[in-house]
């Protein structure tokens, strides 16, 4: 009890600091780095190429050919007010819907991965699901929530890193991964071992989970993707087309190199790094808690492996060059 109420108050904090943040901080100064054309503009990849589409916090549409992966879509970006007072978040229908428009998502998902079960990860994943199909690969504690939330279970893959799941010629291998610390711990930690007799309704229902990361398998290349990590667990995969890192805390940046070289990637997408609070149509705006530049800076200076790139919302780009 004493440890949620901690983590209520370090929560409120984190919210505070990020509501309390009016001024502009947009992708503009990084204009070189940005890669990808609107998402309602892009073509289809064809069977032997793959587009990733930005759809804000850590989502991402994966596509090729005919086949599509939805990871950690969050469009409902729910009023922080109901948070920081206890109330209830729930998924923001006219926000599903003009994400799916921006997005420019296809009528049916193969998969939706889930990288942990925090509302900013999970929360639209069963509706999304609703209208879109699919599996959903997710931890036990995420399996349990998509459940509560009126997933049927015969949709869910809950899964522990080392497994391994295809759908089509898509091989998705389930990775182990740490969440960032924020203010020393982790948010709403705990997990989730049995039903839950009624559906999650405030942030801290939706609790950590088996933190994942993920390495696709997809239209040639090798994408790995995660939502964050800690020095000293380094990503165990190297070698990768795309590395999606989470970069949301500017405090954890030491981590970046130790990632960066692990995976050794072509190109190097830091992600998590927008300020969640803002509704989407505000555009991308850096979250006061990211330091980006500081991650540009130790890419260039320490000459990290891979090109780095930015993507902003709803923008798709198709990953140029033969596979690595
Ligand atoms: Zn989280």
């Given at each position: 009890?004493i440890?949620?109420?901690?983590?209520?108050?370090?929560?409120?904090?984190l919210?505070?600091?990020?509501?309390a943040?009016?001024?502009?901080?947009?992708?503009g100064?990084?204009?070189?780095?940005?890669?990808?054309?609107p998402?309602?503009?892009?073509?289809?990849?064809?069977?032997?190429?793959l587009?990733?589409?930005?759809?804000?916090?850590?989502?991402?549409?994966?596509?090729?050919?005919?086949?599509?992966?939805?990871?950690d879509?969050?469009?409902?970006r729910?009023?922080?007010?109901?948070?920081?007072?206890?109330?209830?978040?729930?998924?923001?229908?006219d926000?599903?819907?003009?994400?799916?428009?921006?997005?420019?998502?296809?009528?049916?998902?193969?998969?939706f991965?889930?990288?942990h079960?925090?509302?900013?990860?999970?929360?639209?994943?069963?509706p999304?699901?609703?209208q879109?199909?699919?599996?959903?690969v997710t931890?036990?504690?995420?399996?349990?929530?998509?459940?509560?939330?009126g997933?049927?279970?015969p949709?869910?893959l809950?899964?522990?890193p080392?497994?391994?799941?295809?759908?089509?010629p898509?091989?998705?291998?389930?990775?182990?991964?740490?969440h960032?610390?924020?203010?020393?711990?982790?948010p709403?930690?705990?997990?989730?071992t049995?039903?839950?007799?009624?559906?999650p309704?405030?942030?801290?229902?939706?609790?950590?989970?088996?933190?994942?990361?993920f390495?696709?398998?997809?239209?040639?290349?090798?994408?790995y993707?995660?939502?964050?990590?800690?020095?000293?667990?380094?990503?165990?995969v190297s070698?990768?087309d795309?590395?999606?890192?989470?970069?949301?805390?500017?405090?954890?940046?030491?981590r970046?190199p130790?990632a960066?070289?692990?995976?050794?990637?072509?190109?190097?997408?830091p992600?998590?790094?927008?300020n969640?609070?803002r509704p989407?149509?505000d555009g991308f705006h850096f979250?006061?808690?990211?330091?980006?530049p500081?991650?540009k800076?130790l890419?260039?200076?320490e000459?990290l492996?891979?090109?780095?790139?930015?993507?902003?919302?709803?923008?798709?780009w198709?990953?140029?060059?033969?596979?690595?």
């Open positions: 009890m440890r949620s109420d901690r983590t209520a108050a370090r929560f409120i904090l919210v505070a600091a990020l509501a943040v009016s001024c502009s901080n947009h992708l100064p990084h204009r070189d780095l940005l890669v990808g054309v998402a309602t503009t892009a073509p289809i990849p064809a069977d032997d190429e587009s990733v589409t930005y759809l804000g916090v850590n989502g991402y549409l994966l596509r090729c050919g005919g086949q599509s992966i939805l990871v879509p969050f469009f409902s729910v009023p922080m007010h109901h948070a920081l007072f206890g109330g209830t978040i729930a998924p923001q229908p926000a599903l819907a003009q994400g799916r428009r921006a997005g420019a998502l296809p009528d049916r998902i193969d998969a991965l889930v990288t079960s925090h509302f900013d990860h999970i929360l639209d994943v069963p999304l699901h609703a879109l199909g699919g599996k959903i931890s036990e504690t995420g399996a349990f929530l998509c459940e509560a939330a997933t049927p279970r949709a869910l809950p899964s522990s080392g497994a391994v799941h295809r759908f089509g898509t091989t998705v291998h389930v990775l182990s991964a740490q960032v610390l924020v203010f020393g711990t982790v709403f930690p705990g997990e989730i049995a039903p839950l007799s009624e559906a309704t405030k942030p801290k229902d939706w609790v950590l989970g088996t933190p994942l990361a390495l696709v398998e997809m239209g040639g290349r090798r994408i993707i995660e939502s964050g990590g800690v020095l000293g667990s380094p990503p165990p070698g990768v795309l590395a999606i890192v989470g970069t949301a805390l500017g405090g954890q940046s030491d970046y130790e960066a070289r692990a995976l050794s990637a072509t190109y190097v997408l992600s998590h790094q927008d969640f609070v989407l149509e979250s006061p808690l990211s330091d980006f500081k991650i800076s890419h260039c200076n000459r492996p891979g090109q780095l790139v930015l993507m902003d919302y709803f923008h798709t198709t990953l140029p060059g033969p596979p690595k």
